[in-house]
């Protein structure tokens, strides 16, 4: 990086982060955490990035000075969304243009010490219990710049914490959303499940307006304890003028479960910085990705599994689907330490071009340091082939619902390992959006 650095351009100056900090409301401790972190921040900003996680991300029209926190609170009654009215939720929460509506929680819930609702104020109330995680265990602020960008400026945030041996049968809902211009909202994620503890989260990005640009920097950050289970879904469909950057940690313990599924729809850009973090004996983690790249969109995944311990397993399944001229790249690794035997770990990545002029870059890899282990991965690319579309059309099939049935197929694989219905009912309608077949929101 050149000498003369232009913070306003990629990040956030001195006197920006200042303004920010007159703006909040809250205790020493999360202020003093704010000022390490951004101390931080300004640090990394005069490093390069991974050259290995980011030479495929073109950042050069990135322009940070556009984007601003949000002073004034939106409603998000009008707000259009894909999950939220789908089924019934024993909790729902709203964070829009980085400030935190009112949480629902079903008093069954909430009686059996289940906390759900706004980060900033269940941190304060319970800093005790919630501190030790919060940005200490699945992400740290010095993990790169982004993640110590969100350490310093995080606005709002949903936080799911259930205690030891508590089973939540509903499915809690969280939506992020933006409506005005030129916001740029910094939302954190924290989920704790306590030792055979059992709960389900669905999450949701979305653009109100779909002239409206915006800004996300994320984190989610996943706890998963001794024979726990965590269900979690991130649906991402920010307009495609949205920059979406996000870290995103999950730790699993020994003999816990996680299965973990994204979805990116919608965003300019968007880069996910995703690790699974598989820390006790026997733990185990499922990870399933789709993708709906369209006109000039870029997505962009960085994904590790890191295996800790014995016995442990990982299964990771990303499909995309391109056309126009989108580009997707994903960038895959599994780490096995010393410590790890008799691990078994799989990725696989599979792409399908609609079109010429998309492009998929796929890269798997392994790095190995245990000698008795089973690790496996691949990666798949092609196009449509026009026999099939042909054939189709001789059937009396137009060449939309031909498509959509190439389609449907090739995500199938990914949509018979995701156990909530109202998740793939979602994502089936919202193809057939991506393909024109039928109007969905914010597609």
């Known amino acids: 990086m050149s000498a003369t650095l232009d913070i306003d351009r990629i990040g956030y100056s ?54 601003r ?7 998000a009654d009008s707000i259009q969304t894909l999950l939220a009215n789908e089924t019934e939720y024993g909790g729902q929460i709203a964070h829009v243009d980085g400030h935190s509506g009112t949480a629902t929680l ?17 941190l304060t109330e319970n800093r005790e219990t919630l501190e030790p995680y919060f940005l200490q265990q699945a992400v740290r ?70 002239d ?39 730790n699993v313990d020994s003999e816990g479960s996680l299965q973990w599924t994204v979805v990116g729809l919608g965003s300019k850009l968007s880069h996910i910085h995703q ?22 969109q870029k997505i962009s995944y960085y994904t590790q599994q890191h295996h800790r311990q014995q016995g442990t397993h990982s299964d990771l399944l990303y499909k995309e689907v391109l056309r126009d001229d989108s580009r997707v790249i994903w960038r895959g690794m599994i780490k096995v330490d010393p410590a790890a035997q008799q691990t078994d770990g799989y990725q696989r990545s599979d792409a399908l071009m609609l079109s010429r002029d998309a492009r998929c870059d796929s890269i798997p890899g392994l790095e190995i340091e245990a000698d008795d282990v089973r690790c496996t991965h691949g990666a798949t690319t092609g196009r449509v082939d026009e026999e099939q579309i042909f054939y189709a059309q001789s059937r009396g099939i137009s060449e939309k619902e031909a498509m959509h049935m190439i389609v449907e197929g090739f995500f199938q694989q990914v949509y018979d ?23 969905t929101a914010s597609v």
Request: hydrophobic share 40%; with cysteine; net charge negative.
């Open 14 to 67: 001195s006197e920006v982060f200042e303004d920010f900090l007159k703006s909040r409301s809250e205790p020493d401790w999360i202020m003093d955490a704010r000022r390490t972190a951004y101390a931080k921040y300004e640090e990394l900003l005069g490093e390069e990035l991974d050259p290995e996680e980011f030479k495929r991300v073109d950042l050069r029209i990135f322009n940070a000075a556009k984007f």
């Open 69 to 75: 926190p949000s002073e004034a609170a939106s409603n």
């Open 106 to 122: 079903a008093d069954s819930i909430a009686e059996q010490g289940v906390l759900f609702g706004d980060l900033q104020t269940l």
């Open 141 to 210: 602020p010095d993990a790169d710049r982004f993640a110590a960008w969100h350490a310093a400026f995080w606005t709002s945030g949903t936080l799911l914490y259930v205690p030891k041996g508590v089973t939540v049968d509903l499915p809690l809902h969280s939506l992020i959303a933006h409506t005005n211009d030129g916001v740029a909202d910094f939302g954190h994620t924290l989920i704790i499940v306590e030792d055979e503890a059992r709960a389900t989260l669905l999450e949701e990005t979305t653009s109100a307006d779909s």
């Open 212 to 250: 409206a640009s915006g800004l996300h920097v994320g984190c989610v950050e996943l706890i998963v304890g001794k024979h726990a289970n965590l269900r979690y879904v991130q649906l991402q469909n920010w307009n495609q003028k949205t920059w979406h950057f996000a870290h995103q940690g999950g």
């Open 275 to 296: 690790d699974v973090n598989l820390n006790g004996r026997a733990a185990t983690a499922e990870v399933n990705g789709v993708t709906f790249a369209s006109n000039r």
């Open 417 to 439: 390992r995701i156990p909530i219905e109202v998740v793939r009912e979602t994502l089936s309608r919202t193809v057939q959006g991506k393909l024109g077949i039928e109007a």
